[in-house]
């Protein structure tokens, strides 16, 4: 699902980096990234990595929602 259509605070993984490359961020067990925010303007999403740092991707990156097994939120 395309990330520029997830409300801002959504769980998700297995988020592209760059637009189709299947997923590389969060990917492992017990990681997630979380929305942030939206700039519709721009056609970027703001999202919270599973290392804590904030990277704004293209909103038509997809990713999955929810966290892989062991997901504690």
């Not at 959504?10 to 961020?25: A, H, P, Q, W, Y």
């Not at 740092?53 to 990156?61: D, E, I, M, Q, R």
């Amino acid at each position: 699902m395309p990330i520029g259509t997830l409300p801002e605070g959504t769980i998700v993984c297995n988020l592209e980096e760059k637009t189709g490359d299947r997923g590389r961020i969060a990917r492992g067990s017990g990681n997630y990234a979380q929305v942030i925010a939206h700039n519709p303007e721009t056609k970027k999403t703001r999202v919270k990595l599973p290392s804590g740092a904030k990277k704004v991707l293209p909103s038509a990156n997809r990713a999955m929602i929810g966290g892989y097994c062991g997901v504690c939120v």
